[in-house]
């Protein structure tokens, strides 16, 4: 298998999960025992969250283009970031990489399409759900994306920002965003909900929301195991 390199700690929490999803698929797909190799650099969440909320671009840029130069000098076959915020820098990442960067966005995308969705929610950080890196992909495969109104955002945010990142799961938090996705659901008539914070599964699924979710962290996973193995 091709060599997998993981720039996490955006959350520490997520880059977990991913690191349990991979062994788990491992299981599942090799029973003799055998697991991909990754190598898993993991920043100083602080290091990403705050040049990110204050605007500079250009420092995020730089800090996560080292990092994956890092995992590409450790000698990964081809990276991801484990996080969809940073998915804003991606077109500009990719190019300064010489190995490829395997795309959460993208990989979401290739989901949604086969599935037959047109028109999906999207929850995650306020920079994903003001951003246009989800509706400019979506959009070429002929989806729309649909994100909640500003104060449902700002709970959101909030929510990921002060609870999930952390591993903090309250009944509470989980009970509103299920009810944000419903009246996502009825009133703006979307067929699925793209839990687009690699967080987010940590508290939500389809048996808490009751209709489809895209799980980003379970599908980007999935992707990279299937590169790792072609």
Do not use: W
Request: net charge neutral.
């Amino acid at each position: 298998m091709k060599k997998i390199g993981i720039l996490g700690g955006m959350g520490p929490e997520a880059s977990l999960e991913y690191y349990r999803l991979f062994i788990t698929r491992a299981k599942e797909k090799e029973p003799e025992g055998r697991y991909p190799e990754l190598i898993i650099y993991n920043l100083n969440f602080e290091d990403f969250c705050k040049p990110v909320s204050r605007g500079r671009e250009e420092q995020v840029i730089n800090l996560l283009r080292d990092k994956l130069v890092s995992l590409e000098k450790a000698g990964v076959d081809f990276a991801l970031m484990a996080s969809n915020t940073p998915h804003m820098y991606y077109d500009k990442l990719k190019k300064e990489v010489s190995i490829p960067l395997l795309s959460i966005v993208e990989s979401t995308a290739s989901v949604a399409s086969e599935k037959g969705y047109d028109r999906l929610g999207l929850l995650g950080t306020k920079f994903t759900m003001t951003g246009d890196f989800y509706q400019k992909t979506f959009k070429k495969r002929g989806m729309e994306i649909v994100v909640p109104e500003k104060s449902k955002q700002e709970y959101i945010h909030e929510k990921i920002m002060n609870e999930l990142v952390s591993g903090r799961i309250l009944e509470n938090t989980k009970k509103r965003l299920v009810e944000i996705t419903g009246q996502m659901r009825k009133k703006e008539g979307i067929e699925a909900t793209i839990l687009g914070c690699t967080e987010l599964p940590l508290i939500l699924s389809e048996q808490e929301t009751g209709f489809p979710v895209l799980d980003t962290t379970e599908i980007h996973v999935d992707a990279a195991y299937n590169m790792a193995a072609a």
